[in-house]
C-alpha cells in the first residue's frame, strides 16, 4: 500500500512563506509525476503544480511566481514552496503521485493564509 505523508501546513498572515513537503512510500524510480493540488471550502480540487521525473514543471496561473516546486531525486519527498501568501490560497493541500500503475494522493495538510 503506497502511503504519502504531507507536512509543512499551518497559519501564515498574509504575504508569509510556508513550504510543504510529502514523501512517499515508493522507490522513486516507479514515479512518473509528483504533485501538489488544493481544495478550498466549496470548490473543486484544482492543480496548484506538477513536476515530472524528468524535472519539467508546470503551475497553476493563480501561483506562477510565488509557488516552487522541487524534488529529491536521490530520496522521494517532493516540496511546495509557497512565498507572498494570499488568503485566497487558504486550501487544504494534497500530494499527488502517478505511477505507471496508479495514481495516489495524501490526506492533505491545511494552509491557512489570515491576519
Known amino acids: 500500500q503506497v502511503q504519502l505523508v504531507e507536512s509543512g501546513g499551518g497559519l501564515v498572515q498574509p504575504g508569509g512563506s510556508l513550504r510543504l513537503s510529502c514523501a512517499a512510500s515508493?522507490?522513486?524510480?516507479?514515479?512518473?509525476?509528483m504533485g501538489w493540488y488544493r481544495q478550498a471550502p466549496g470548490k473543486e480540487r484544482e492543480l496548484v503544480a506538477t513536476?515530472?521525473?524528468?524535472?519539467?514543471?508546470d503551475y497553476a496561473d493563480s501561483v506562477k511566481g510565488r509557488f516552487t516546486i522541487s524534488r529529491d531525486n536521490a530520496k522521494n519527498p517532493v516540496y511546495l514552496q509557497m512565498n507572498s501568501l494570499k488568503p485566497e490560497d487558504t486550501a487544504v493541500y494534497y500530494c499527488?503521485?502517478?505511477?505507471?500503475?496508479?495514481?495516489?494522493w495524501g490526506r492533505g495538510t491545511q494552509v491557512t493564509v489570515s491576519s
Open positions: 499527488y503521485v502517478r505511477t505507471s500503475s496508479a495514481d495516489y
Open positions: 515508493i522507490s522513486i524510480f516507479s514515479i512518473y509525476v
Open positions: 513536476i515530472t521525473r524528468g524535472g519539467n514543471t
